[in-house]
């Protein structure tokens, strides 16, 4: 089935192109949050953070088909920043003799390298934690017999190269959010006129709620404040 007009419309438009990327970057926010709401459960001790972890295994069908959606939508979001960037060197093939950044930020300048840092802590991640084929021993089991995914998380975390490794790649998240939310609200036009100003300030506001998020937990680990 050929696509429909209007969809090569949107795949070929450069308009078309960043309103995909604002639509997937708004779903890839979505998850980010709620995965760092399910890691600051290790708060809570063994029992809840094994639950939760035994909850979503458990979700089956829905698991794997919230799995595949969330590389669907990466997929697109990379695909999409790659034909854009591709479009603005054609656009300018010889460099600026003087190059002078107005009103940008070195994060916003720095998008294509930190996402590319993104995609390669999501896929350590995913080996970690979901492949379990990572710093990850699947014999640990707790009193109930669930899989351990509390005690693996500590003990990964008691090791400062992991930890520091992990602390840079959440820097690296944060400050591409801090770019992205931000032109995701440009994009959709609710970043205008009045409503600007607090629409720039929900980028750098999301950034530092998710980098504290996901430091804070490793960093407790590291420190002994939280333990196996």
């Known amino acids: 089935m050929s696509a429909s007009p209007s969809s090569r419309h949107v795949w070929t438009s450069t308009i078309g192109l960043k309103l995909l990327m604002a639509v997937t970057g708004l779903g890839m926010v979505g998850f980010v949050l709620i995965h760092m709401a399910g890691h600051l459960q290790m708060f809570q001790g063994k029992d809840a953070y094994n639950s939760y972890a035994a909850f979503m295994q458990g979700l089956g069908g829905i698991k794997w088909l919230a799995r595949f959606g969330l590389l669907a939508v990466i997929a697109v979001h990379i695909a999409c920043a790659v034909k854009l ?32 840092v993104v995609v390669a802590f999501l896929a350590f991640h995913l080996a970690h934690f979901t492949g379990e084929v990572v710093l990850y021993d699947p014999s640990l089991h ?20 992991v930890t520091i490794t992990y602390l840079l790649a959440v820097v690296a998240v944060s400050l591409h959010l801090s770019h992205a939310v931000s032109s995701m609200f440009r994009t959709i036009g609710l970043a205008e006129g009045r409503f600007k100003a607090p629409f720039e300030k929900v980028g750098p506001a999301v950034a530092v709620v998710t980098g504290l998020g996901f430091a804070i937990v490793p960093l407790a680990c590291l420190l002994g404040l939280v333990k196996a």
């Open 142 to 161: 707790d009193a109930l017999g669930r899989r351990d995914v509390y005690t693996n998380f500590v003990h990964s975390f008691e090791n400062p190269l």
């Open 85 to 116: 960037t591709a479009r603005n060197v054609a656009a300018r093939p010889n460099r600026y003799a003087a190059l002078r950044a107005q009103r940008s930020t070195p994060w916003g300048r720095s998008m294509i390298l930190s996402g590319w």
